[in-house]
């Protein structure tokens, strides 16, 4: 008997490495090998014609933190996070108590509010450079009904980053806004009621039950969008480039630059490590403090 | 008074909805308008179809459109083999390391492939793939997202038709195929459209690794055509814009219904 039940757990170990090699060869190549390999080529020199590469500790790394580049474009990380994160949530919080409640023409709203989701980015940021064009775009014209001065909304160092955050934020809003739809709906039917019969307002009622409720979403959705400020940078090769003067270059695009424009593969590769080890510290939070209280069963 | 107080909500909701829809209203009118007509906002002006004409000349789009088409479907092909497998592997099957292999999955969902551009360009071209729709889609493959939607789709089907299908002799696979992904439809089609609307919309990677009109996908085919340097007019880059968006978009209009629950279920599993 103990030695069929052996076999029989043997066998399962060999089906369920067999079944998961798939996933770990392509985890391992494309993920797993690739970071170590960034560490690595983070620690050695960048090779030139006449000089090899060579083993340099960690001087990309104080060559980054010595680069007036670099902390311009932490800081616009910083302030492109610190502002698309909360407004964004709070509209798509906005947006789903709309569009769960009882208003007319719902249809079109939440059709309107979900819309730049299924936009790429490059597209959105063609539909929006319509918008920033100084002296043809929209927000020009309608300025120049009430007589204000035409802007150059995306040339000017201290529009551009602005401009470029407007846009996440109008694409991920409507996303996020599916998140809350979800939560709102399986928040039960006899709150409301009760919280009528005490006589509590509509406010109070969404204030006091509905956002609690809504807590664990709301860091879910936290965690995606800090993510996404390191990952949505699309709109940048069309709307900015990171101009003017570095004004709206994020880090992700520094990266790309570094690595593919300027052939700097060795401090692209310190920033990547950097960034791998902030969004492991998310992942760290969010693994241990958040997944106790979200819905993941 | 609170009259007016009833009425701002929907008004408000409203005033969002029609602001959130403005850009891309106003990039199809102006696709179907003259450049002039469009930055002078002429409501009466005639339409005319000839920025169509002019973006449709001057980019390969049927080839971006196929090789688009092909894009996602390599990489839902894909998904769908390696995460049902992993899947089924971390939902019923019992071995030493599971939970840690589990962890290690889990953590790519923390490492984007997006940040890891470099050394996976230098892997693509390793593996002798730069430039071909295979290697853009390579690294979307095993998913971490799509494996755990598997493993929770499959850890929802009782044990009892598991058990059944064992006794009538059926093989693991056979297990697999008969049992599991039939149940777990919802959960594929769910998938399917995430997935396919995440690489139809792709952009960073496949800017990277393609490097002729053979392979570009839409989303660098439309930023190339759109490029300053090209010296396109705005309504001719609307236009543009309009057709790359189209079938994803209309598509997105009809079965709006599915696409909302499948967004819904993929992110709240």
Request: glycine fraction near 6%; charge should be positive; include cysteine.
């Amino acid at each position: 008997m103990s030695r069929f039940v052996q076999i029989e757990r043997r066998r399962q170990a060999i089906y369920g490495w067999i079944l998961l090699s798939p996933a770990l060869v392509l985890l391992s190549t494309f993920a797993f090998y690739p970071s170590v390999a960034t560490f690595w080529s983070s620690i050695f020199s960048r090779q030139t014609r006449r000089r090899p590469s060579e083993y340099v500790g960690f001087e990309n790394y104080s060559d980054l933190f010595a680069d007036p580049t670099f902390w311009k474009v932490v800081i616009n990380n910083l302030i492109y996070a610190g502002a698309t994160i909360p407004i964004s949530i709070v509209i798509a919080l906005a947006m789903a108590l709309w569009a769960n409640s009882k208003i007319p023409a719902r249809g079109f709203i939440r059709t309107a509010y979900f819309t730049p989701t299924v936009l790429p980015m490059i597209a959105a940021a063609n539909l929006w450079l319509f918008f920033y064009t100084p002296g043809l775009g929209v927000l020009d014209q309608i300025g120049g009904l009430v007589g204000l001065p035409s802007v150059n909304w995306l040339g000017q160092p201290s529009t551009a980053l602005w401009a470029v955050i407007m846009v996440t934020i109008w694409k991920e809003a409507g996303f996020f806004m599916i998140f809350y739809l979800a939560a709102l709906q399986t928040i039960p039917e006899d709150l409301k009621e009760a919280s009528d019969i005490e006589g509590a307002s509509r406010w109070t009622y969404t204030r006091r039950i509905v956002l609690p409720l809504l807590m664990p979403t709301t860091l879910f959705i936290m965690v995606n969008a800090l993510i996404n400020s390191v990952k949505l940078i699309d709109h940048l090769f069309i709307l900015t480039k990171g101009g003017p003067n570095d004004a709206s270059k994020l880090i992700l695009y520094y990266i790309w630059e570094m690595a593919f424009a300027f052939f700097d593969a060795p401090h692209a590769a310190a920033m990547t490590i950097l960034v791998l080890l902030v969004l492991g510290i998310v992942a760290g939070i969010k693994f241990t403090i958040l997944d106790k209280r979200t819905h993941y069963q | 008074m609170s009259r007016t107080i009833q009425n701002i909500e929907p008004i408000g909701a409203i005033v969002l909805a029609i602001i959130w829809v403005s850009p891309l209203v106003f990039a199809f009118w102006a696709a179907f308008h003259s450049t002039s007509d469009a930055v002078n906002f002429n409501l009466t002006a005639s339409w005319t179809l000839d920025n169509f004409r002019t973006a449709w000349d001057g980019a390969p789009w049927i080839r971006y459109f196929l090789n688009t088409f092909a894009l996602v479907t390599v990489i839902l092909i894909g998904q769908f083999i390696v995460t049902t497998l992993a899947g089924f592997a971390f939902a019923q099957v019992r071995f030493p390391g599971r939970d840690l292999m589990f962890i290690l999955v889990l953590m790519q969902l923390f490492i984007l492939p997006e940040v890891l551009i470099v050394e996976n360009y230098a892997m693509v071209s390793r593996l002798g793939l730069f430039d071909t729709i295979l290697g853009v889609g390579m690294p979307y493959m095993a998913s971490a997202f799509g494996i755990f939607l598997m493993r929770q789709a499959f850890k929802g089907v009782p044990i009892e038709l598991h058990e059944a299908a064992r006794v009538e002799g059926c093989s693991w696979f056979g297990i697999l195929w008969r049992v599991y992904v039939p149940l777990a439809r919802p959960t594929y089609l769910a998938y399917a459209l995430v997935s396919v609307s995440t690489h139809w919309n792709n952009f960073l990677w496949p800017l990277i690794v393609t490097n002729s009109p053979d392979t570009r996908p839409l989303t660098v085919g439309l930023s190339i055509f759109g490029a300053p340097e090209n010296g396109v007019d705005i309504s001719v880059i609307s236009a543009a814009t309009m057709m790359s968006v189209a079938p994803l978009l209309l598509a997105f209009l009809i079965f709006q219904r599915q696409f909302v629950q499948a967004f819904l279920r993929a992110g709240i599993k």
